[in-house]
C-alpha cells in the first residue's frame, strides 16, 4: 500500500488509474478473496459474496490461508474467546448464520476443509462448495463435515501445504496480514464491516448488474454506519436504565481517535456514567508488523471520511510526545478538565498531524483544552502515567478484552471503533427487558 495513505486525493488518482486499466484489461477486475476456513469473520463475509456478485459485473477468485500469525495481538487466547462472541453478534446484526453455540474447530479439521477446497479449486460451483464445506466445519448447516469429506473428497497433504503457502506469500506480498479479507483495485477491505466501502466503489453504471442502481441496496451493506450519532432527527427517547460504561484507549492508536468523540456524544445523548481508562501500547506495538501499521492508518482514513471526522496523520505518533501526553493526563484530570485535555490531545496527533514531543506545539493542544502550560511543563517528566496505564491494561484484560480501543458496558465487551452500534443497541434494549 502506497505510503501516501491518508492522501484522498492520491487515492482517487489510483482508483481513477485502476478503472482505466479495469476497462482496457477486463481480467483486472476481479475481487479477491483470501478464505480461512476455521475464522468465524470469514464465514460470515463468505456468506455475503453471492449477494455482492449478484449486484455487481466483477470476478471473484478464492485464495485458501490457513496459517496466518495473528499480528499484533499479545493476548492471542483472549482475541480468539472475543471473535466468537463477536461473530455471533455481527451475524445476527447481519442476519447471516452462525451457530449458537459456536466452538473453534480443530486444527485437524481445518487443515481437512481446506484439503477439499483446494482440490476442488477450479470447480465453477467453488462458491457453492465453500458455503457447504465451511458452514459444515461450522456445525452452522444440517451437512455434516464427515458427510462432505466422503462426498468430495481430499486433496493430497503435499498438494494442500503447498497451495495453503503459496496463498499465504501472495497475501503478504500484497502488503496485507489478515484472513477474511478481500482486495480489489489495489486496495483491502476486512470483513463485513468493510465490505461497505467496498460496495460503494463498484456503485457505478458500467459494475452494476442491474441498470438502475438502488441507493436503499448500498445502505443495506453499510447498516453499521447507521445509528443514532449519525443523525438527531432519528433520536430516540432516552433509555431510563442505563449501566456505567468503561473505555479503553491509547492515544497511539488512530482507532481510538474515531471512537472517543463520537462516544462522548452519544453520552451527552443518552447521559450514562463513563470512565476514559487510558492504556500505552508498548508491547502491542512493538509485535505489530509494519503491513499492519500502515493499513490501520490507511483504514482509519477510510472511516474517518465516512463519519466527516478530520485525518490527516500519515505515520505513528513518536514515542516521547505519547509520554508526555499520557504524563499530562493526572495532571488534567486533577484540573477537572480530562475530557477537554484528552479530546484536545487526540485531535492534535490525528487530526492535525501535531508532534506533541515538541513542547512548543503540545503547549497549544494544553492551552485549547483550558489548562495552563507553565504549570503543566512541570508535570511532563512525572512517570505516574506507567502504573496507571498498567492497571488499567491489567483491568481490560479482566473484563476480556485484548486491544484498544474497547468498550465495556455491563456485560458487554465490545472491540473496535465500529462496534458503537452494538453499544447503542445494548442500551436501546434495556428498557424492552
Known amino acids: 500500500m502506497p505510503r501516501d495513505v491518508t492522501s484522498n486525493r492520491a487515492r482517487h488518482l489510483r482508483r481513477a488509474w485502476f478503472d482505466v486499466t479495469r476497462y482496457l ?29 449478484k449486484d455487481f459485473r466483477v470476478q471473484l477468485s478464492v485464495q485458501f490461508v490457513l496459517d496466518i500469525p495473528p499480528d499484533g495481538v499479545v493476548d492471542v487466547a483472549a482475541k480468539q474467546a472475543y471473535t466468537l462472541i463477536d461473530a455471533a453478534r455481527l451475524a445476527d446484526f447481519h442476519q447471516l448464520s452462525f451457530p449458537d453455540h459456536p466452538q473453534q474447530p480443530s486444527a485437524q479439521d481445518a487443515f481437512a476443509a481446506s484439503a477439499i477446497l483446494i482440490k476442488h479449486q ?30 468430495y473428497g481430499l486433496a493430497s497433504d503435499k498438494d494442500t501445504r503447498s497451495a495453503l503457502s503459496s496463498s499465504r506469500e501472495n497475501l503478504y506480498k500484497l502488503g496485507h496480514f489478515q484472513a477474511g479479507s478481500l482486495f480489489y483495485g489495489n486496495e483491502w477491505y476486512c470483513g463485513l464491516d468493510r465490505l461497505g466501502h467496498l460496495a ?15 441507493p436503499s441496496e448500498i445502505a443495506d451493506y453499510q447498516r453499521q454506519y447507521r445509528h443514532v450519532l449519525q443523525s438527531y432527527n432519528t433520536l430516540r427517547p432516552r433509555p431510563r436504565q442505563l449501566k456505567p460504561m468503561e473505555f479503553f484507549f491509547s492515544f497511539q492508536c488512530p482507532y481510538s481517535y474515531l471512537a472517543i468523540g463520537r462516544l462522548v456524544k452519544l453520552q451527552e445523548l443518552y447521559q450514562f456514567p ?14 505489530t508488523s509494519p503491513q499492519k501499521r500502515l493499513y490501520a492508518l490507511y483504514d482509519a482514513n477510510r472511516e474517518a471520511k465516512r463519519f466527516n471526522i478530520p485525518f490527516q496523520r500519515q505515520s505513528e505518533p513518536a514515542d516521547e510526545g505519547i509520554h508526555y501526553c499520557m504524563a499530562l493526563l493526572p495532571w488534567a484530570q486533577a484540573q477537572g478538565k480530562e ?4 479530546l484536545s490531545i487526540m485531535n492534535g496527533i490525528w487530526a492535525e498531524s501535531i508532534d506533541t514531543s515538541e513542547k512548543l506545539a503540545l503547549k497549544k493542544l494544553v492551552e485549547r483544552a483550558g489548562l495552563n502550560w507553565e504549570s503543566a511543563s512541570k508535570e511532563l517528566e512525572n512517570e505516574r502515567w506507567k502504573t496507571t496505564s498498567n492497571l488499567n491494561r491489567k483491568a481490560l484484560h479482566q473484563a476480556g478484552g485484548f486491544g484498544v480501543p474497547t468498550f465495556c458496558y455491563g456485560e ?22
Not at 463513563?274 to 509485535?287: E, K, N
Not at 475530557?339 to 484528552?342: G, Q
Request: charged letters at 25%.
Open 25 to 53: 484489461r477486463p481480467s483486472r477486475n476481479v475481487v479477491t478473496f483470501f478464505h480461512k476456513v476455521d475464522d468465524p469473520y470469514s464465514w460470515l463475509l463468505l456468506q455475503a459474496l453471492p449477494r455482492l456478485l
Open 122 to 151: 477450479n470447480s465453477p460451483k467453488l462458491l457453492h462448495l465453500m458455503l457447504e464445506v465451511t458452514g459444515a466445519l461450522w456445525k452452522d448447516s444440517s451437512t455434516t463435515f464427515e458427510s462432505c469429506i466422503k462426498r
Open 200 to 214: 460503494e466503489r463498484l456503485d457505478r453504471p458500467s459494475l452494476r448488474q442491474h441498470a438502475s442502481g438502488n
Open 274 to 287: 463513563l470512565t476514559l481508562r487510558l492504556v500505552y501500547l508498548d508491547q502491542q506495538i512493538a509485535s
Open 339 to 342: 475530557r477537554e485535555y484528552i
Open 412 to 433: 458487554l465487551v465490545a472491540w473496535g471503533q465500529d462496534r458503537l452500534w452494538a453499544i447503542e443497541q445494548a442500551m436501546l434494549r434495556s428498557d424492552r427487558r
